[in-house]
């Protein structure tokens, strides 16, 4: 979809519009939105409401026809919810409305008359940007590899939001932000939803090459003789049933000032997850090919913020194999040394997401970083204490040093891609203790995602660090499988924020 932005003025410009549909608000009790009461000089939209064909309850519309009282070709009523009280989400399902409005129309062009800047906490640039998503997000198609492409979605195809003249420049840059999250996104959807024998560790690291000249990235990918030089044998012990090379991958966006410290992402890319000898049951496991989705987000968020030309500098890093059994796979029990020099016990080789990061987060200490994020699809009893609505978010960092895990929770509120704090507490460690290693990979059993972050966090204690379990948010199972692009949104804003 193409989108701009269109100065109006309520009294003249949005009566006199030639559009394929305008959509204009109507709030829960009955009132009109003012483009809307524009329209309504021969009293149209006053009858339409009265004969009680639409509530206004936020999401409800009203296709309108030749109207006398709009040049447009037909006018897309929507209910946004409270009068002078709109909140987020009842903008968010008005917006889907549209969406699912402009899809089905014969109209190709469509402009979006509503309040914008009347929606309660937040401003004009949040709805832009919440509807170039929401309409982005529902035009996604991931049917690359079907040889009958789905019927090419009908309907607007150019969408424009109109605004009073003060407020264009601030919404046109809104505008171009947003459509760079979007395109980070979907770049994070096509990832995780291909499949693993397409999408490899070599696969990824081409992505990140093709990145890196489209946007004059600095870009370094460390091959298996490389990882043997720095002694990740941690890393190099789940690669090691595959026969799939693995990659190391460091994409460098420098935007802000050359002694600026580095924010630095960290992704885990298991491009498929097999559980290794400890192999995991049949059921389902074809969703582990989106045990990259760390990685994935890792890429989308480098091209989001590239494309912004974000003025701070931020080094994506993404450890990437496959998981596999195989004759010269690690065995349960197998001893290894990470990089950091301590000493692993494998109890269980589906424990592979902690034993690919730790090495990644020792290697990301020669950046002297302002801030390490770890995004990992890392535990199934993430899922199980949070659902698929929040990222779990683990942090050493808060208000009282530094403020890492509120910038985190903020960025995720503000884009509805939200995280939840969860504890990591010495008591928790304890469950890591291993007879013959200076730790093992699994604990004794309860709070699977926490014992994992505890693990993680034994490599963290040179920086300032929070890990985000994904496991429940990166994908949907079931008739709706695919990956949602989270934590994209989460996490460039969470760098938008901080530029000085
Ligand atoms: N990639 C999985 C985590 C996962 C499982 C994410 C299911 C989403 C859905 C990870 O590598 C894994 O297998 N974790 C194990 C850890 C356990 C062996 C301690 C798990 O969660 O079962
Ligand atoms: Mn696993
Ligand atoms: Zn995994």
Redesign the pocket.
Same mark, same amino acid.
């Given at each position: 979809m193409d989108f701009s932005i269109k100065a109006f003025d309520a009294k003249n410009t949005i009566a006199t519009s030639k559009t394929g549909c305008l959509v204009v608000g109507i709030f829960e009790d009955k009132t009109l939105s003012v483009a809307a009461q524009a329209l309504d000089k021969k009293g149209e939209l006053t009858a339409a409401v009265k004969s009680g064909d639409i509530s206004g309850k936020a999401g409800t519309t009203l296709l309108l026809r030749g109207l006398a009282g709009a040049a447009a070709e037909r006018v897309l009523l929507v209910g946004l919810g409270k009068e002078g009280a709109v909140s987020g989400k009842d903008f968010t399902s008005a917006i889907q409305s549209v969406a699912r409005g402009f899809a089905s129309l014969g109209a190709a062009d469509g402009i979006i008359a509503l309040p914008l800047d009347g929606i309660t906490a937040h401003d004009t640039a949040w709805a832009v940007q919440t509807a170039t998503l929401t309409l982005r997000e529902s035009l996604y198609r991931s049917d690359s590899l079907k040889s009958k492409k789905d019927a090419p979605a009908a309907g607007v195809k150019k969408c424009a939001f109109a605004l009073a003249a003060a407020d264009v420049t601030a919404a046109k840059n809104a505008l171009a932000q947003a459509i760079a999250l979007a395109n980070g996104v979907e770049l994070t959807k096509d990832l995780g939803n291909l499949p693993a024998n397409i999408c490899t560790p070599t696969y990824l690291a081409n992505t990140a090459k093709q990145l890196a000249k489209d946007y004059k990235l600095g870009v370094e990918i460390l091959d298996t003789k490389q990882l043997q030089a720095l002694k990740m044998g941690s890393f190099l012990s789940v690669t090691a049933g595959s026969d799939e090379p693995p990659k190391f991958i460091v994409l460098k966006h420098m935007g802000g000032k050359a002694k600026e410290a580095p924010t630095v992402l960290v992704g885990k890319g298991?491009t498929f %997850?097999t559980?290794g000898i400890?192999l995991?049951p049949g059921a389902a496991m074809d !969703?582990?090919k989106? %045990?990259m989705c760390g990685a994935a987000s890792v890429l989308g968020t480098m091209r989001a913020i590239a494309e912004m030309k974000l003025k701070l500098n931020v080094i994506g890093v993404i450890a990437a194999c496959e998981?596999m059994p195989s004759g010269r796979a690690t065995k349960p029990g197998d001893i290894v040394t990470s990089m950091s020099g301590q000493t692993i016990e494998i109890l /269980?080789t %589906? @424990? !592979?997401?902690r034993l690919v990061l730790c090495d990644a987060l020792t290697y990301v200490e020669r950046f002297k970083p302002a801030a390490v994020v770890d995004i990992a699809?890392?535990?199934? @009893?993430?899922?199980v204490s949070l659902g698929s609505h929040n990222t779990g978010m683990f942090t050493r960092h808060d208000a009282a040093h530094d403020g890492l895990a509120e910038e985190l929770l903020a960025a995720g509120k503000h884009t509805g891609d939200t995280a939840w704090r969860m504890p990591i507490e010495e008591a928790y460690n304890e469950q890591l203790k291993s007879n013959f290693a200076d730790m093992a /990979?699994?604990?004794a059993p309860g709070g699977?995602s926490i014992?994992?972050a505890c693990f993680l966090e034994r490599y963290t204690r040179q920086y300032t660090w929070a890990h985000l379990d994904i @496991?429940?948010t990166a994908w949907k199972g079931g008739g709706a499988k695919g990956a949602t692009g989270r934590p994209v949104p989460l996490l460039t804003t969470f760098l938008l924020n901080r530029v000085k």
């Open positions: 298991i %997850d559980g400890s995991k !969703e582990m989106y %045990d998981n /269980n %589906d @424990a !592979e997401g699809t890392l535990t199934g @009893a993430c899922v /990979n699994i604990g699977g014992v994992a @496991a429940g």
